[in-house]
Structures are given as C-alpha cells and as structure tokens.
C-alpha cells in the first residue's frame, strides 16, 4: 500500500462533455481505455501504456467542464496497489487498482486475515473502492 502523495498529472484542459475529456486525457498520455468505472458522482479512468504499465485517472467535474487529472504513478503488470486518495471533498477514498496474468478472468477475490471481498474483473484489469486499509496486504486469487 502507499499514499498518493504525488503531485497529479493534469491537463489543464476543461471539456464541454466527459467523453471529450476522457478522449483528450487518452490522447496527452499516449494511454489505451481499459476501464471506466464511476464512484460517488466521480468517473475514474484506468488505463494502460504501450509497455503494459496502467494507471488510473479521474475526470473532475465543475462549472468549467470536465478536466482529465491522473492520480496515479504507472504501474507494471500483473500486480495491484492500494492507495488513498483525498476527493475533492477532503473525504480520504482507499482504492486499489490490478492487472491479473489472464484476461478472461472475470472475478477475483482479495483476502487476508481480517477480510474477504470479491471484485469484478474486465479484460484483466480491476477497481476496488473504499475498501479496508488495515495495513495488511491481500492475496488475489483468481476466479474464473
């Protein structure tokens, strides 16, 4: 698990619409949609490199538009991370965000001695939110 600390990767760029700002935010990055996933009125982006490296975006939402923001490092495959992340709002939202070694996994399940949950796979990739920060790290196991 780490904190994401790091200053965001944004564009500076306010869109009319939430499409334009996902398609403007894949282009500056040179990055491929992998999966798009919407979480207390906020649209998260995950997205992958051409050297297999993903990381997960948020698209920001004002009267100015819509603005494309990253807020994750890139990250190689297959691994997951689990970070906080402090909306807009000051609300600290624990996330974490994976790439399993087949993509036609459909569901996985993460535990470790305190918890157990499961999260839906697409294409290889997955997004868990607001889940436990216990300080203990999860084992993935795949199911099909």
């Keep these: 698990m780490f904190s994401s600390c790091s200053q ?72 997951y991370v689990m970070f906080e992340h402090t909306t807009e709002t000051g609300e600290k939202l624990p996330i974490l965000i994976g790439k399993t070694k087949d993509e036609t996994t459909k569901k996985i399940k993460l535990a470790n001695h305190l918890t157990s949950l499961t999260l839906d796979v697409h294409n290889g990739y997955y997004i868990g939110f607001n889940l436990p920060l216990n300080g203990h790290a999860y084992t993935v196991n795949v199911i099909k």
Excluded: C
């Excluded at 306010?14 to 499409?19: A, D, I, K, Q």
């Excluded at 649209?43 to 009267?63: G, W």
């Design 8 to 79: 965001p990767v944004t564009n500076e760029v306010w869109l009319p619409s939430l499409n334009e700002a996902i398609e403007h935010g894949l282009k500056i990055e040179e990055v491929s949609l992998v999966l798009t996933q919407e979480y207390q009125n906020t649209h998260y982006v995950l997205v992958e490199d051409k050297t297999d490296a993903f990381s997960l975006a948020k698209i920001n939402k004002s009267s100015k538009g819509y603005l494309w923001e990253r807020i994750t490092l890139k990250l190689g495959t297959p691994s």
